[in-house]
């Protein structure tokens, strides 16, 4: 029986549909996890941001770290590494950013926290380095695994210890969006750099520029068609202006102003949904994308090191402890 030629038609625009949702998946959110990290001297960024990273890249390297693994709620195995500077100090669990890597996003805020005296945790996230899986979500599952760290971390190192949740990026949305999750208790602060507002805005934004000459709305849709058939998410299921309208912690945000991949206007966006007490936002004029700690190193550890110690403080803690020297000088 010969089919009718409608049905033919249909059967191929439907399998083009396919074709393409599944081509969209494959170049913005399909990953295969590689451990292969670039040097500072190889990483797309100004020579001046290159010669400022490699001292710290070196000592990051020199560091010593304890491999660490957790399985998220969905079953993807994750990785990630601690390095250990002091018994008792607070955590600071860093994460990096879209198709980036732990060691390289996070260079600016282990440098920092390392010399605050804190331990770091450098997650990997899903579908980047020694961690699972071959989709990228934009946060909308990250934002899980953030919690899965903290709740780790809590179980680990006790619930007295301070966490910290820090992310740059991709990374910056994901501890945003983690913000809107029931965290464990001991997490007193989240510092959010370059974050984006959802994953729906930032998908929208940079598919044109992945896809140049494609009309943005039936690419979207197809896109959002392909994240749900084949990455098994939806980008429209998480937002991060909401999240950190919700959050319970105060969190640090900061942009750069001349930043061209996610807006400045989001992360203003995103400070201004939020209400927690405490909350601040750094704008670094002049600096690109997700290189605020070295354009403006002085400002930026200035402002963070007051948002860390008065989140400490919010919680009675004390950091770095008070000295025999120091109680002697009291009396």
Request: charged share 20%; proline share 7%.
């Amino acid at each position: 029986m010969k089919k009718h030629p409608l049905l033919k038609a249909a059967a191929a625009a439907g399998a083009a549909v396919l074709g393409a949702a599944y081509g969209i998946y494959r170049v913005a959110f399909y990953q295969k996890p590689t451990v292969d990290v670039p040097s500072p001297a190889d990483m797309p960024t100004r020579e001046s941001y290159r010669k400022a990273m490699c001292p710290d890249a070196d000592a990051l390297a020199r560091d010593t770290f304890e491999a660490v693994h957790i399985t998220a709620q969905d079953g993807t195995p994750l990785a990630a590494r601690y390095y250990h500077h002091a018994d008792g100090a607070p955590l600071a669990i860093i994460f990096h950013g879209y198709r980036g890597y732990a060691v390289r996003d996070g260079l600016g805020g282990y440098t920092l926290c390392t010399r605050l005296g804190y331990n770091v945790l450098l997650p990997d996230q899903r579908a980047h380095g020694y961690s699972g899986g071959h989709t990228i979500t934009m946060g909308v599952k990250e934002r899980y695994d953030a919690r899965d760290w903290a709740v780790w971390a809590r179980a680990h190192f006790g619930p007295q210890v301070p966490i910290f949740l820090m992310g740059v990026s991709m990374g910056a949305a994901t501890v945003l969006l983690a913000a809107g999750l029931n965290l464990p208790d001991n997490v007193c602060g989240i510092v959010a750099d370059c974050g984006y507002t959802s994953p729906r805005e930032i998908t929208r934004k940079c598919l044109p520029e992945y896809l140049p000459g494609m009309p943005l709305e039936p690419t979207y849709a197809i896109g959002r068609l392909g994240a749900v058939l084949f990455g098994h998410f939806d980008p429209e299921d998480a937002d991060c202006e909401a999240a950190a309208a919700q959050s319970k912690v105060p969190i640090f945000f900061v942009h750069g102003d001349a930043d061209g991949f996610v807006p400045y206007e989001m992360g203003k966006r995103n400070f201004e949904a939020c209400h927690a007490k405490g909350s601040k936002l750094l704008t670094v004029h002049g600096a690109e994308h997700a290189v605020s700690y070295y354009h403006d190193n002085a400002a930026y550890t200035e402002e963070a090191t007051k948002f860390l110690q008065d989140c400490l403080a919010r919680r009675g803690f004390v950091w770095p402890p008070e000295t025999d020297e120091s109680d002697k000088d009291k009396q």
